[in-house]
């Protein structure tokens, strides 16, 4: 009979056959904390339902692994690699993932809470359902995501590539998209009252048509034409 993990794997440096051995001895999800994944290769494990709480995975090599349902709390993974994985349903908070690879991951469902993302790259994923709030997204690259009819608390696209992304019907609840790149977005009934534009010149602002903005932000647009309201 193959035991099962009751009690977390707490404080352990792991290697790549390290977890195959702990997956080959349980039949049910693993619990890590504090646990080092560093430089790993975790490529194509089946880590399905795992949870990771104050674990490091720095510049770790997580490409097509399953990793739906995992969750993961206080996590650093800096330049961590999660091309291609499986990340249905997956939640994230409160994690520093900044510079990670995202490329053509299954994010649908997926959850990012209070997470650092600053120039990551999201391009191409299969984002259904995606949901990040009160989240770092500076410089990121978001490039073809739908937002669509989704209430955005506090996000930081400040810099970020949103190259063809839907945001109609959306609400911003704060945050920021100044200097943002809005080419071929789309924000037909978009309520932008409460974010941040600053930065945008006149070819961004053609993409807003449709969207709701206030007085003041419209008297910041009419500044960067060089005009003043009177």
């Known amino acids: ?36 994944f560093d430089d790993a290769d ?22 097509r692994a399953l990793l739906a349902d995992s969750r993961w709390r206080q996590c650093k993974g800096r330049q961590a690699d999660f091309e291609l994985a499986d990340l249905t349903d997956a939640q994230f908070e409160r994690c520093d993932l900044n510079n990670t690879q995202w490329r053509r991951a299954r994010l649908a469902s997926a959850r990012f809470s209070n997470v650092k993302l600053t120039g990551a790259r999201l391009a191409e994923v299969a984002g259904l359902g995606l949901v990040f709030e009160e989240s770092l997204l500076i410089s990121t690259d978001l490039r073809g995501l739908s937002f669509r009819k989704q209430r955005l608390v506090q996000l930081d696209l400040s810099d970020a590539d949103l190259t ?23 924000f037909a ?39 003043h309201v009177a």
């Not at 977390?8 to 056959?17: D, F, N």
């Not at 001895?25 to 890590?32: E, H, I, P, R, V």
């Not at 063809?164 to 789309?186: E, H, I, P």
């Not at 930065?199 to 449709?210: A, E, I, N, R």
């Open 42 to 63: 975790l490529t194509r494990l089946d880590l399905r339902g795992a949870s990771f709480i104050e674990c490091s995975f720095v510049e770790a090599a997580l490409s």
């Open 164 to 186: 063809g992304c839907d945001f109609t019907d959306a609400v911003f609840d704060g945050g920021s998209l100044r200097n943002a790149n809005l080419t071929k977005a789309r």
């Open 1 to 36: 009979m193959i035991p099962q993990h009751p009690f977390p794997i707490t404080g352990r440096t792991l290697s790549r056959a390290d977890v195959q051995s702990l997956l080959s001895s349980t039949d049910g999800a693993l619990t890590f904390v504090q646990c080092d």
């Open 189 to 227: 009934g978009a309520d932008l009252r409460q974010v941040d534009l600053g930065g945008l010149k006149l070819p961004d602002t053609s993409v807003l048509k449709g969207a709701t903005i206030s007085y003041h932000q419209a008297a910041e647009l009419l500044a960067e034409l060089g005009l």
